[in-house]
């Protein structure tokens, strides 16, 4: 939980950028862009892994948000606010191309998570956890693999991940954790390694 | 002695504190199966907050503004109905003065408008022909001039904008 004090001087930052850029400043919209570009391009990577275009949405996000800033409310994080934009210009584009948005198995994962062994064992035998474990998380269903990015890489909420990823708050949970139970249960049952992590 | 679950060990790690955290630290304590599954989970959060995601060029953000400056509509300023509140009110209130003054036969010389709305008013407030009632035209003028200075008070310090209610 963030202090008050650092929290309001974090608001008031954001507010004072927000006017600066509504006044048409446009080196303190880059500065929103540098701030926010790291939080964008995890949305669009986690919900859309595969896609040659994430830069191209990562830009037109950003663009979205210049162009509604004025309507922005401070009711929402600012950055919970522009990640709300980026799920759905992802969204969006899955539509576009008719894929499935929610590609959650939540009863039957276990059997159903695409194989990977040859890959994790090419990885495990180079030793690179770091890498063994992204592989991992690739292999999650869209949703677990996004809100496990959003908890431990932008330490967001459950409730922020919810307004971000329009779901209620028992499914953010839910998702998170099931989604670690998975790569808890596969690194280990793979690898069986006594000390599997350093 | 009951085990704790994998769901209640990534609870007691998520959250700062919990009544129940007192009873999960004793059996903790007493329960190396526990302990050893609630180790897995704390390497395995150490290593997802470590995860590594291929980053956007150094480029990007200076790609994005050279694209809103040759976007035709890259006008940030956004519909904002909280600035209406104001200039509605002040226009009822000056509105209100002017029919108290007897302007209206003026008004209605120049548009019939004001016999209209004073038709309307009066249906609405079952008058019959006495015509409106000025202190409701300035109540409800100075209760949104309120609305609107203390729309304005709360959006400055960015907090929650009454605005978002109105509309």
Redesign the interface.
């Given at each position: 939980m963030p202090d008050q004090s650092n929290y309001m001087k974090k608001v008031n930052n954001e507010s004072d950028l927000i006017d600066r850029i509504l006044a048409g400043n446009r080196q303190a919209f880059k500065e929103l862009v540098v701030t926010y570009q790291r939080l964008v391009n995890h949305i669009v990577y986690r919900i859309m892994p595969d896609s040659d275009e994430r830069e191209d949405i990562c830009q037109e996000v950003f663009i979205k948000v210049y162009r509604n800033l004025g309507r922005y409310r401070a009711e929402a994080r600012l950055s919970t606010w522009i990640g709300t934009i980026a799920a759905n210009c992802c969204y969006d584009f899955l539509r576009k191309k008719n894929i499935a948005i929610d590609d959650d198995r939540p009863d039957d994962y276990a059997g159903e998570l695409p194989d990977n062994t040859a890959a994790t064992d090419r990885l495990a035998e180079q030793q690179d956890l770091a890498a063994l474990l992204r592989n991992e998380i690739d292999c999650l269903p869209r949703h677990y693999r996004t809100i496990i990015t959003l908890y431990h890489l932008d330490e967001l909420s459950y409730d922020e991940i919810g307004r971000v990823l329009n779901l209620p708050d028992g499914t953010v949970k839910s998702y998170l954790f099931r989604g670690r139970k998975i790569l808890r249960e596969r690194l280990q049952a793979r690898y069986n390694k006594e000390e599997l992590w350093p | 002695m009951k085990h704790i679950d994998?769901?209640e060990i990534?609870?007691y790690l998520d959250r700062?504190s919990h009544p129940g955290d007192d009873d999960i630290r004793r059996h903790l304590e007493n329960c190396p199966r526990c302990r050893e599954k609630v180790r897995?989970?704390q390497?395995?959060?150490?290593?997802?907050?470590?995860?590594?995601?291929?980053?956007?060029?150094d480029t990007?953000?200076?790609?994005?503004?050279a694209?809103?400056?040759r976007?035709p509509?890259?006008?940030?300023?956004?519909?904002?109905p909280g600035a209406f509140v104001p200039v509605i009110a002040v226009l009822m209130m000056l509105a209100g003065i002017l029919w108290f003054l007897g302007v209206e036969t003026w008004i209605d010389k120049l548009t019939g408008l004001s016999g209209l709305i004073g038709e309307k008013l009066a249906l609405l407030t079952a008058r019959g022909n006495s015509g409106p009632d000025l202190s409701l035209v300035l109540g409800v003028a100075l209760a949104l001039l309120l609305v609107g200075l203390v729309d304005r008070i709360i959006?400055?310090?960015?907090?929650?904008?009454l605005?978002?209610f109105i509309c």
């Open positions: - | 994998e769901f990534q609870a700062e897995r989970y390497d395995l959060y150490r290593s997802l907050a470590k995860d590594e995601i291929p980053e956007l060029p990007f953000a200076g790609a994005v503004v694209a809103v400056e976007a509509e890259a006008v940030p300023a956004g519909f904002n959006r400055r310090t960015r907090g929650h904008s605005s978002s």
